[in-house]
């Protein structure tokens, strides 16, 4: 079965703290995306990348960055973490983005005091 | 630009009843693809079913189908003979077909399912 794993299922962190959430992924796939989900807006994507070292913006990029230095893993970087970006972080991957359904990870709650 | 709404936010059905989950989807892509998911409080989010847009035929799953109107742009699922294991957030998702960056899927709001016994 393909696996995308999230390093941790709950995460609190203090404003201002520097906060990685790891995804990694064991089916050799080239897209990964970082998607967050809150209660009525649904799933937004954050980032996304289609290969090793690539990375494009998504909707709300802003307060975020990624880092993709190998195919399996996929991170996403809070660099001074905010109260508003307390929420769900879900990590998926594909191999074909055209024709394929996305595979998930469990998420990652991050609250942020 | 690609939409999906869905405008349900929650939604109660009675065990082994069939219930309908809108959606609607806006898109400008000749060809592009519809997907659901199901995500039960454990937080996964499980992938249900698919159909493209030129599919001739609604898709099927088990108990899960697809109500394709095209002229309508909708997209809705159905769950026949509901289950207490249907309880869950449910969501629609969109892929468009003009180039890499409308081929990331699109999620709408979600809907809450709730299956009473």
């Known amino acids: 079965d393909v696996k995308v794993t999230q390093s941790s299922r709950y995460l609190v962190k203090r404003t201002g703290e520097k906060v990685f959430l790891e995804c990694v992924q064991d089916?050799?796939?080239?897209?990964m995306f970082w998607y967050r989900q809150d209660p009525g807006l649904g799933l937004r994507l954050i980032y996304f990348s289609y290969d090793v070292k690539m990375k494009e913006k998504g909707d709300i990029p802003e307060g975020y960055s990624v880092s993709r230095e190998k195919k399996e893993r996929f991170s996403l970087i809070l660099e001074s973490a905010s109260t508003n970006q307390t929420s769900m972080y879900l990590c998926?991957?594909?191999?074909?983005?055209?024709?394929?359904?996305?595979?998930f990870g469990s998420g990652t709650q991050l609250s942020v005091l | 630009a690609q939409k999906i709404t869905q405008t349900q936010p929650g939604m109660f059905v009675q065990e082994k009843e069939a219930v309908t989950l809108d959606c609607t989807y806006d898109?400008?892509?000749?060809?592009?693809?519809l997907f659901w998911y199901k995500q039960p409080s454990s937080g996964e989010m499980i992938f249900l079913i698919y159909q493209g847009s030129y599919d001739q035929q609604n898709a099927t799953e088990g108990r899960y189908s697809l109500n394709f109107q095209k002229a309508r742009k909708s997209a809705n699922l159905v769950i026949s003979a509901s289950q207490l294991g249907d309880s869950a957030m449910y969501f629609c998702a969109m892929r468009g077909g003009g180039g890499r960056g409308s081929y990331i899927p699109t999620f709408g709001r979600g809907t809450s399912l709730i299956v009473h016994p």
């Open positions: 998926a991957s594909c191999t074909d983005i055209r024709n394929e359904k996305l595979f």
């Open positions: 898109t400008s892509d000749p060809s592009y693809g």
């Open positions: 089916m050799d796939h080239e897209n």
